[in-house]
């Protein structure tokens, strides 16, 4: 039979870790991890047009898809890249347009396509800024598959009535918290280098996103549930052990 003090760590540990899921899944899916604020811009007589046609339609160049996020409020996330447009007229040119958000997704060949010294200039390739663009990528699916995986083994052991596979449950929570954590840590390094060798023009600011501030609640919450997890594990073993010696005597 369970203690309750330990079925209420099991109660709590499970919330949270919901909640991180949650929390972890919106910030994948959304591309306000880090957003530039530009200067107003003269949509009359301005090449907006070419520059949205290029960043929707053309091929994908780090530099081109920079320069262009940098001049129209874009925001970047880690699947998705995006800036703010005037909405197209068809019947008449409006003196104040209403603004609308475009976004282009990142395919997987260009998740894993090489990063370059000098963005625009193909000819050294850097291998920080590759690996983490790629890491950036991997390291949250890996966190929501080993939250997965913890909730299948969590099923398995409610249906074989067995408190041992908690520790596992912990452990492999403590690890996808690690996960989201080098997340949001590739992530920031590689815009740091990104704004290094290209850097915004002038009167254009940066600053981090919402989505990123989701992940990075992700993380506490799910280093508390591996605690709480752990302890209930750890807890019941010993007086598991302690009950097993007290009958042998």
Not at 32 to 51: A, D, F, I, R, T
Not at 88 to 117: A, G, I, N
């Amino acid at each position: 039979m369970v203690d309750n003090r330990y079925a209420t760590a099991l109660v709590i540990g499970s919330v949270l870790s919901l909640l991180a899921t949650v929390y972890l899944s919106v910030a994948v899916g959304t591309q306000h991890w880090y957003q530039y604020n530009s200067p107003p811009v003269k949509h009359e007589g301005s090449n907006v047009s070419v520059l949205r046609e290029e960043f929707i339609g053309g091929e994908f160049d780090e530099r081109t898809s920079s320069d262009t996020m940098f001049r129209l409020n874009g925001t970047l996330g880690l699947w998705w890249r995006c800036i703010l447009v005037p909405s197209r007229s068809h019947w008449f040119e409006d003196p104040d347009p209403k603004m609308e958000t475009q976004c282009v997704s990142f395919t997987l060949p260009q998740q894993f396509s090489p990063k370059y010294k000098y963005p625009g200039n193909h000819s050294e390739e850097d291998l920080l800024r590759t690996y983490l663009w790629r890491c950036q990528f991997l390291l949250p699916l890996v966190s929501l598959a080993l939250v997965f995986l913890s909730g299948l083994v969590g099923v398995c052991a409610c249906l074989c009535r067995s408190f041992t596979p908690t520790l596992g449950v912990g452990v492999l929570h403590l690890l996808a918290g690690l996960c989201s954590l080098g997340t949001i840590c590739c992530f920031l390094a590689g815009v740091d280098l990104l704004h290094q060798y290209s850097p915004p023009p002038e009167g254009v600011e940066g600053s981090l996103g919402w989505s990123l501030y989701l992940a990075l609640i992700s993380f506490p919450l799910q280093m508390m549930a591996a605690a709480l997890f752990l302890w209930a594990a750890r807890s019941h073993l010993k007086n598991y052990t302690r009950m097993t010696a007290y009958r042998v005597a």
